[in-house]
């Protein structure tokens, strides 16, 4: 079974554009063209990728499982062109780099400038997301290497040699919220209080129920859900909620006294952090350098 780079940007359009015409003007081609391509990639691999109605096309069950990759296909395709130019001295390099939030604050920043003094031309784009958002981006291709916690649980997913080291996510509250000035407060006090905290299946969220349930307690009902970490802290800090935040994120509102952790007997797990990349793919040479200049700074963290 064969078919070509341009089925596959054809077939990619259509399923963005919901249709052939915008997708042919898209790509700056006949709508023929563009219908012969989808035709021959059906041929190809024996299967109809799209359900034609009048009011457009939708993916069929084969088309949303050809999605996913034949993106990340392109994504690989326009590295290995970015790499090969940087290679001839025609590039300066691209860097994309995912990370959650807590990592941000205090390794990524340090490993980009390490990185940027030996290749000052390099262009960097980081992504900022909860583990589930760094996985579906990482195996899209959509970015190089990804830093976070758990994320290798996904079996697209792999580690990067052994760059792992632990931190600490905890009870947080606002340094003014009336329980620290109760005594003896115990988990199961903070049941009926309000938590802001990120999705399900994220690794705050399972922090969240893996506390409550070595307690012999059922998680606490979120009251609030949101991926912004500037939302958390401002839901915490301003309107009395309480959450779950690795040390690192809350660092600088540590400093300002307006978030500190809420010191209550097992309100504290440690956690995994690694490097991934994408099962089956290479890293590309800037990604190579990247990890390189954090591995150090992850050494330091474990001694």
């Known amino acids: 079974m064969t078919f070509e780079a341009?089925?596959?940007?054809a077939f990619l359009a259509v399923a963005e554009h919901g249709?052939?015409?915008?997708?042919?003007?898209?790509?700056g081609l006949t709508q023929?063209?563009?219908?012969?391509?989808?035709?021959?990639?059906?041929?190809?691999?024996?299967a109809?990728?799209?359900?034609?109605?009048?009011?457009g096309m939708r993916l069929t069950e084969y088309g949303r499982a050809l999605a996913p990759r034949a993106r990340a296909i392109e994504e690989e395709a326009q590295r290995a062109v970015e790499e090969i130019h940087t290679m001839q001295g025609r590039g300066r390099g691209t860097l994309r780099v995912g990370s959650v939030g807590s990592?941000?604050?205090?390794?990524v920043p340090r490993a980009v400038d390490a990185l940027l003094v030996g290749h000052p031309g390099l262009e960097v784009h980081i992504l900022e997301g909860v583990e589930d958002v760094l996985v579906e981006a990482l195996a899209a291709a959509e970015i190089?290497?990804?830093?976070?916690?758990?994320?290798?649980?996904d079996e697209r997913i792999a580690v990067v040699g052994s760059l792992r080291w632990q931190d600490?996510?905890?009870?947080v509250a606002a340094t003014g919220h009336p329980l620290r000035a109760e005594p003896g407060v115990e988990l199961a006090d903070l049941l009926d209080q309000r938590w802001a905290m990120p999705p399900a299946r994220t690794a705050p969220r399972r922090a969240l129920t893996e506390i409550f349930r070595r307690a012999g307690l059922d998680e606490p009902r979120t009251t609030v859900t949101t991926r912004s970490v500037v939302?958390?802290?401002?839901?915490v800090a301003d309107a009395g909620f309480l959450s779950v935040m690795p040390r690192p994120l809350f660092s600088a509102e540590r400093r300002a006294g307006t978030i500190e952790s809420l010191h209550v007997p097992g309100g504290t797990r440690a956690r995994r952090f690694g490097v991934f990349r994408r099962r089956g793919g290479a890293l590309t040479g800037p990604a190579e350098s990247f990890v390189e200049e954090l591995r150090p700074i992850i050494v330091a963290l474990r001694t």
């Open 19 to 27: 249709g052939v015409g915008r997708a042919a003007a898209d790509l």
């Open 168 to 171: 600490h996510v905890t009870v």
């Open 6 to 9: 341009g089925q596959l940007r």
């Open 103 to 107: 990592v941000i604050a205090h390794l």
């Open 32 to 46: 023929p063209a563009v219908s012969r391509s989808l035709r021959r990639l059906e041929v190809a691999l024996g």
């Open 231 to 235: 939302a958390l802290k401002a839901l």
């Open 144 to 153: 190089d290497v990804a830093v976070g916690a758990e994320l290798d649980a």
């Open 48 to 55: 109809p990728l799209f359900e034609r109605h009048s009011t």
